[in-house]
C-alpha cells in the first residue's frame, strides 16, 4: 500500500508556462515533505522540502505548497525551462516519535518542458 | 568532494549468484540507506543504518543483507540472485532524516 502517491506518471508543458506536480499522502504522521528531481543515469538531488507547520514555501522558481487537511502537496515550477526536464519524486518523514527514520518516496512524475 | 560512491555502476548476474555492492560516503554521516527504482514503483527502502554497526529492515527486505562496519560504508548483499531483483540500486546517506539525503549516482543490477 503506497503511502505517498504520485498519480501522474508523466507531465509536459510548454517552456514559461506553469508546471504543477502533485502529490497525496495517507499516513497522518507524516510531518515533513520533500521534493526530489532525478535525470537519466543520476541519483536523486534535493529540490525543496516544508513542514508541515506551513503551508508554502518558495525557493527561486520552485514553489510547494502543502494542504494538510486534503493531505496533499504540490510543486510550481514558473517558469518552466527545458533544463527542469527530469523525474520528480515526492518524499514524506513521519514524526521522530514514530521511530521510523527513513523516507517514503512516491513512484515519481517524469516532467517534460518542450521548447 | 565526491558525497556518495557507489560500486559498480553496472553489474549483470546470472541467477543464483552473489554479489555485494558498495556504498561510501565522505560527509561523516550518521543515516545511510539502501534504495531500490523500479519503474512504476519509485524507491522503495530495502535497509538503512542509523549508526555505525546498526542495520535495519525497510520496506523491501527479502533476499538482502547489509553491513555497517565502518561509518563511512554500507554494504548491500545479495546472497542468491533472481530475476525479481533486477533492478537500479540507489544508496543515500543523511546526517538526520528530515535534512534531506545526498544520493549516489546508482548501480543498474540485470539478474538473467
Known amino acids: 500500500d503506497q503511502q505517498v502517491k504520485q498519480n501522474s506518471p508523466s507531465l509536459s508543458v510548454q517552456e514559461g508556462r506553469i508546471s504543477i506536480l502533485n502529490c497525496d499522502y495517507t499516513n497522518s504522521m507524516f510531518d515533513y515533505f520533500l521534493w526530489y528531481k532525478k535525470y537519466p543515469a543520476e541519483g536523486p538531488t534535493f529540490l525543496i522540502s516544508?513542514?508541515?507547520?506551513?503551508d508554502k514555501n518558495e525557493d527561486g522558481r520552485f514553489t510547494v505548497f502543502l494542504n494538510k487537511s486534503a493531505k496533499h502537496l504540490s510543486l510550481h515550477i514558473v517558469p518552466s525551462q527545458p533544463g527542469d526536464s527530469a523525474v520528480y519524486f515526492c518524499?514524506?518523514?513521519?514524526?521522530?516519535?514514530?521511530?521510523?527514520?527513513?523516507?517514503?518516496f512516491g513512484s515519481g512524475t517524469r516532467l517534460q518542458v518542450q521548447p | 568532494n565526491a558525497g556518495v560512491t557507489q560500486t559498480p555502476k553496472f553489474r549483470v548476474l546470472k541467477t543464483g549468484q552473489s554479489m555485494t555492492l558498495l556504498c561510501a560516503q565522505d560527509m561523516n554521516h550518521e543515516y545511510m540507506y539502501w534504495y531500490r527504482q523500479d519503474p512504476g514503483m519509485g524507491l522503495r527502502l530495502i535497509h538503512y543504518s542509523v549508526g555505525e554497526g546498526t542495520t535495519a529492515k525497510g520496506e523491501v527486505p527479502d533476499g538482502y543483507n547489509v553491513s555497517r562496519l565502518k561509518k563511512q560504508n554500507f554494504l548491500l548483499g545479495l546472497e542468491s540472485a533472481a530475476p525479481s531483483q533486477t533492478s537500479v540500486y540507489f544508496c543515500a546517506s543523511s546526517a538526520r532524516t528530515r535534512y534531506g539525503y545526498t544520493f549516489g549516482s546508482g548501480t543498474r543490477l540485470t539478474v538473467v
Open positions: 516544508i513542514s508541515s507547520i506551513k
Open positions: 518524499a514524506a518523514s513521519a514524526r521522530r516519535d514514530t521511530g521510523r527514520r527513513a523516507l517514503t
